[in-house]
């Protein structure tokens, strides 16, 4: 019988990838590659190429003593085709392949490059998620606008977590008002489980090392899980140390402390060596053993069930051009500072520095430290989703492009979010301990000590006003701008200008 190509894919490392469950394992080749054109379509950070491709390697091993004929390509073999659909060829023509099974990438730019292929590729859905294209696009059909919660309390019902009988547990369906306690001072967080590098993550990280040395980011000391062992082990520490917590400091940032009560699992889950079930049915359970209360519980699950199942939904529904989109015109470049932390701005400074060491930043740094600021100062939202794309360990388009093109930059005109995130430094300095060691001062509104964060909140207002004017959200805002006395309000504007100016001309801020 001729022998069929299947595809295995950096972030499809499950047995149960659809591709896997179609194919015959006495018949068919497993194709898994390191290439060239995946590590540098954007610079993306050494701990995350590092991370997929120790896992890479670990899972076409498991295959291979599952009895799988695995055809596995490293990075520094000789005659690395550099790209899947390359990959794809050699292979086909070293076994006399006609056929290749895959699942559906999670990009557009790799779907189209399966199309494009010269053997006819047969491609799955990708089952991995909740919900499929088609109930996405059901729920979405008609509706005036897509509201995450409308979505999320579906997929409560659907999957029946934290339900007593057709109602909510603890009496209302989101906690979100019970989950923005700021970090007390040394709240003794354990932080998520670390794993020391084996032999095969030590290869991985010298190959690293010798050919990404470039790109942003510290790739030792390297800590991540590599395989669904050790990922399983990760997530069993997370129920037990930290969910408890998770509710209740949410939105904290610390100093001290980069991972709080957070589940650091995005990229096991983004990968495949985690499931959404799994995680799921491991915070419900503890809940129901009275482990955990019901605002941690239900505030993570609707992390995973609502807002990463809809940011999925989002990106396949809106198509290709999503991450063109660039509703308010902004036109700035990304400041240099975003690649080396070099910025008096405390917050920023923090936040980037921990991206850089862990390739990690949890959901309110990049949200309201990082995505806020780079909304306020009109930053072209395509430079924002290159490097958010390149910079964390959990990033693949199809779940950075909503929440930064969407979510984050609201460059999509609304789809994601009714109203753009901005805020001024009051909202940072109340979740975290950033203020008071910043060069800037928090308490002052316009001039050259005030925290930027304070006049580039108004000055965007201002210039957005046709955009944002009638938005209900924000009237009390615009009512607040508008009584404020004129003195005040053009200096708030000129500060503005002063500190875009700099930004723009490359002066440190
Ligand atoms: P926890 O705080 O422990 O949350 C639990 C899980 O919920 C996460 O592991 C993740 O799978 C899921 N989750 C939480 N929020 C979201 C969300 N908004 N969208 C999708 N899933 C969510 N997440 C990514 O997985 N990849 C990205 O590239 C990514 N880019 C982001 C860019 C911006 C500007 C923003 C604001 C958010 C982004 N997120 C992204 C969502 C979120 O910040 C990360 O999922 C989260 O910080 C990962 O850390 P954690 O595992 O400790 O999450
Ligand atoms: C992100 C990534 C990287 C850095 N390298 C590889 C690779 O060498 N081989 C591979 O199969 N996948 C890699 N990936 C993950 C892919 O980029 C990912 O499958 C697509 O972006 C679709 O989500
Ligand atoms: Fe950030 Fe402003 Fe606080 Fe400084 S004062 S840390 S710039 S919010």
New binding site residues.
Partial sequence: MVKRLVLVLGDQLTEEIAALREADRDRDVVVMAEVADEASYVPHHPKKIAFIFAAMRKFAERLTDAGWDVRYRKLDDEGNAGSIVGELLARAEETGATEILATEPGEWRLISALEDCPVPVHVFPDDRFLASHREFEDWADGRKELRMEWFYREMRRKTGYLMEGDKPAGGKWNHDHDNRKPAPDDAGFSGPMQFTPDETVEAVLDLVEERFASNLGTLRPFWFATDRGQARRALAHFIERSLPRFGDYQDAMLTGDRFLAHSVLSMYLNAGLLTWREICDAAAAAYAAGDVPVNSAEGFIRQIIGWREYMRGVYFLEGPDYTGRNALNHRRKLPGFYWDAETD????SHAIAETRDEAYAHHIQRLMVTGNFALLAGIDPAEVHEWYLSVYADAYEWVEAPNVIGMSQFADGGIVGSKPYVSG?NY??RMSD??NQ?????REKSGENA????YLYWAFLDRHRDHFAENPRMANMYRTWDRMDDAKRRATLDSAETFLGRLSRGTRV
Avoid: E, K, W
């Fill in positions: 701005m405390a917050c920023l430094g940072i300095n950033y203020c910043c060069a800037y001062d928090v925290c930027p964060y304070n």
